[in-house]
């Protein structure tokens, strides 16, 4: 019998501050990057810490409380507390003490609006904490401009002695470079305590969090700081200047990456794919390109240029994406085409299908709201500008003649046309003109 180790790892999630400064009506952690909000990029990345454990997070909600409470009960791992009044972060720590009343190991504590944070750094966070056996260690940051950030204040023999908060430190203090990023780990048992005995004697009147450091120094507790290599990772959102730089980090991060497996991006600049993609070797990303949600690309496919990605699509191998196409809730498979102009949504498609340019899947009944699937299996070929109201299954190499309106199934090899039947009027255009002069000798 083998015994896997057990990763023992909590995490409270700080996320009840207002966010003043984003100038919206939605709570600040709601708003998204690539469609997803700050606050679940940050659940996911201290999920992701351990491939065989789950972490349980408590999230501390306050601004906003009911919509975002309401967006993260699809994280079956997440726990929402309520901190009613923002007294400071250590009194919102504070309210999580409830749920971790028995927990015996390491808490993370996060902010909700750093969504920049990975998973293997604070995995590498964990480890340097528990390794050193410290009781608090801090994920401090060199900043050339500390301005603003709490600082680390270590004493003769390296160790972390107390952090100071902008509005609280003297002239010597501001001089200081490393600063408090706001990400910690807690040895649990050795530490809560900590929180009854918190004071709000300083310039702001708050609960800080940050004073658990003198307080560990003064009970003989070691208190550590875990200097992060890539600062920007804790970049916090505050404005909407700043949701646009992480967009921008996460998705140059993205492209990168892609480049590094063999993914060619013509022009990165202008294109944006989400971190929730991966793409197959070989593939050629054309211009203008934007890849939103999840979704997976195979090898040697062409996508683009303006191709729109919208989430749960899945292409196959070989497969050509054209200009002016959006998919969406899609699986495609290999050697298919869908070249130009289409909209794909709620559908499935199999391999060497060909979709002509203009053809809509008619997927939704705005009375009903309801969302229909329809199916094509491979080999099947739609003409240009066809409509095909789901649900409809074509069988295996269907051919449906352009222009058409499909709302029936049909099966294997037959052709399906439904249009109009075209007419000719002979002499048509003399006739007009004969009729326009006699008027005119009238
Ligand atoms: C905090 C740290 C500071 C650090 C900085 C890093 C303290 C006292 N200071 O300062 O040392 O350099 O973060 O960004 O901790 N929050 C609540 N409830 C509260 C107060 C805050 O949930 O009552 C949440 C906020 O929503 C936010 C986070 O805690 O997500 C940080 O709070 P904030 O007020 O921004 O702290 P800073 O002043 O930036
Ligand atoms: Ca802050």
């Given at each position: 019998m083998s015994f896997k180790s057990k990763t023992n790892i909590r995490a409270v999630i700080l996320a009840?501050?207002?966010?003043?400064?984003?100038?919206?009506?939605?709570?600040?952690?709601?708003h998204e990057i690539f469609s997803k909000p700050l606050v679940g990029r940050v659940v996911e990345a201290i999920e992701n810490i351990s491939k065989e454990d789950e972490i349980k997070s408590v999230v501390v909600v306050g601004h906003g409380a009911d919509e975002v409470e309401k967006y993260l009960?699809?994280?079956?791992n997440v726990t929402c507390v309520l901190?009613?009044?923002?007294?400071?972060t250590g009194h919102a720590v504070s309210m999580a003490l409830d749920e971790l009343k028995n927990f015996k190991g390491t808490v993370i504590i996060a902010c909700?609006?750093?969504?920049?944070?990975?998973s293997a750094t604070l995995k590498k966070m964990c480890e340097y904490h528990e390794e050193h056996n410290a009781d608090v260690t801090v994920m401090s940051a060199v900043f050339e401009n500390p301005f603003g950030y709490g600082r680390i204040v270590r004493a003769q023999d390296g160790s972390v002695e107390a952090i100071v908060e902008q509005k609280d430190a003297n002239d010597e203090q501001k001089?200081?470079?490393?600063?408090?990023?706001?990400v910690y780990c807690l040895k649990w048992e050795s530490v809560k305590n900590s929180f009854k005995e918190l004071?709000?004697?300083n310039s702001q009147g708050e609960y800080y969090l940050t004073d658990i450091i003198s307080w560990a120094r003064q009970k003989k507790k070691k208190a550590l700081s875990f200097v992060i290599e890539?600062?920007?990772?804790?970049l916090g959102i505050n404005s909407r200047y700043q949701l646009a730089q992480a967009t921008e980090i996460l998705k140059t991060q993205k492209l990168k990456e892609l480049m590094d497996e063999g993914?060619?991006?013509?022009?990165p600049q202008s294109t944006s794919i989400s971190p929730e993609t991966t793409i197959g070797e070989d593939t050629i990303i054309y211009p203008n390109t934007y890849i939103n949600g999840e979704n997976k690309i195979g090898r040697n496919c062409k996508i683009g240029p303006f191709s729109h990605f919208r989430g749960n699509v899945e292409v196959g191998d070989c497969s050509k994406i054209g200009n002016f196409v959006e998919l969406k809730n899609a699986v495609i498979g290999s050697h298919t085409n869908v070249s130009h102009l289409s909209y794909v949504g709620d559908a499935s498609l199999g391999s060497n299908v060909n979709i002509g340019a203009?053809?809509?899947?008619?997927?939704?009944?705005?009375?009903?709201?309801e969302k229909k699937k329809s199916t094509l299996a491979n080999g099947v070929s739609v003409g240009s500008n066809a409509v095909i109201v789901a649900p409809v299954e074509l069988e295996e190499n269907v051919f449906v003649g352009a222009g058409s309106v499909i709302t029936k199934d049909a099966r294997k090899d037959s052709l399906v046309l439904s249009r109009s039947a075209q007419k000719e009027y002979p002499q048509w255009v003399e006739k007009q003109k004969n009729l326009l002069n006699k008027k005119g000798e009238e």
């Open positions: 009840a501050g207002k966010g003043t400064r984003m100038k919206s009506q939605k709570p600040k952690v709601l009960s699809k994280y079956k901190q009613k009044e923002q007294l400071g909700g609006d750093t969504p920049l944070l990975k001089t200081i470079k490393e600063v408090n990023t706001g004071k709000n004697n890539d600062a920007s990772e804790t993914v060619t991006i013509i022009d203009g053809t809509i899947f008619a997927n939704y009944n705005s009375i009903t709201k």
